[in-house]
């Protein structure tokens, strides 16, 4: 019998993994089930169930923070949005100035670059996150990792005081307006996308 590889198991949890993005952002985590992902999957339940075994699992997987059956979690490539406040995975990791990360993190969310998912996903990440505290036990913390890296930035662009907020409220507000944002696009309310980039620039700069 030919061995099964490592590399194996870990195609087979990528494709789980992404089959239950899509479904998350369109059904919703609670409308989803665990057959749903394995026929988008086009795997039987059961070896779904040998990766993640529940679907609270695959939240946290997405979130670059729990394994599930065999191997760490690759939210690095699947979705950290809500725990990046728009976008990320894994460990946090910005460059460049503020403004410009800031703006990377705003287009993983914008529509017209195909954010949408990432919006929902955003959104229902943090949502359920008030009544999961394994997920708000991660959403915060990462979202506190990258709020410092957004003031380590920040203090590097060398502003001066002149009655500006620190750099960790400067980064705490861009963060909440982003999962605000997240928020708009995910129910589809109007935005002026390019009107909230500027302003969000604006504050940064």
Same mark, same amino acid.
């Given at each position: 019998?030919?061995?099964?590889?490592?590399?194996?198991?870990?195609?087979?949890?990528?494709?789980?993994?992404?089959?239950?993005?899509?479904?998350?952002?369109?059904?919703?985590?609670?409308?989803?089930?665990?057959?749903?992902?394995?026929?988008?999957?086009?795997?039987?339940?059961?070896?779904?169930?040998?990766?993640?075994?529940?679907?609270?699992?695959?939240?946290?997987?997405?979130?670059?923070?729990?394994? #599930? $059956? +065999? /191997?760490?979690?690759?939210?690095? !490539?699947?979705?950290?949005?809500?725990?990046?406040? @728009?976008? &990320?995975?894994?460990?946090?990791?910005? #460059? $460049? +100035? /503020?403004?410009?990360?800031?703006? !990377?993190?705003?287009?993983?969310?914008?529509?017209? @670059?195909? &954010?949408?998912?990432?919006?929902?996903?955003?959104?229902?990440?943090?949502?359920?996150?008030? !009544?999961?505290?394994?997920?708000?036990?991660?959403?915060?913390?990462?979202?506190?990792?990258?709020?410092?890296?957004?003031?380590?930035?920040?203090?590097?662009?060398?502003?001066?005081?002149?009655?500006?907020?620190?750099?960790?409220?400067?980064?705490?507000?861009?963060?909440?307006?982003?999962?605000?944002?997240?928020?708009?696009?995910?129910?589809?309310?109007?935005?002026?996308?390019?009107?909230?980039?500027?302003?969000?620039?604006?504050?940064?700069?």
């Amino acid at each position: 019998m030919p061995k099964v590889t490592a590399a194996y198991f870990d195609a087979r949890r990528q494709e789980i993994l992404t089959a239950a993005r899509a479904l998350f952002a369109d059904k919703g985590f609670v409308r989803t089930s665990m057959s749903d992902i394995a026929a988008a999957a086009g795997l039987s339940a059961g070896a779904v169930y040998r990766y993640f075994p529940s679907r609270s699992h695959l939240v946290l997987a997405m979130c670059g923070e729990e394994g #599930g $059956g +065999t /191997a760490e979690a690759t939210g690095g !490539t699947e979705a950290t949005g809500a725990t990046e406040a @728009a976008g &990320g995975s894994g460990e946090p990791a910005l #460059g $460049g +100035t /503020a403004a410009e990360s800031v703006e !990377t993190l705003r287009r993983q969310v914008d529509p017209r @670059a195909q &954010g949408l998912q990432q919006a929902r996903l955003v959104t229902q990440i943090w949502g359920n996150a008030v !009544t999961d505290d394994s997920l708000a036990t991660v959403a915060t913390r990462r979202h506190a990792a990258l709020r410092d890296q957004l003031a380590g930035l920040i203090e590097q662009g060398g502003a001066d005081g002149g009655g500006r907020p620190a750099p960790r409220d400067e980064a705490e507000f861009a963060l909440a307006a982003l999962i605000g944002y997240a928020a708009l696009v995910a129910t589809d309310a109007p935005v002026d996308h390019d009107g909230f980039a500027r302003a969000l620039s604006r504050v940064l700069g």
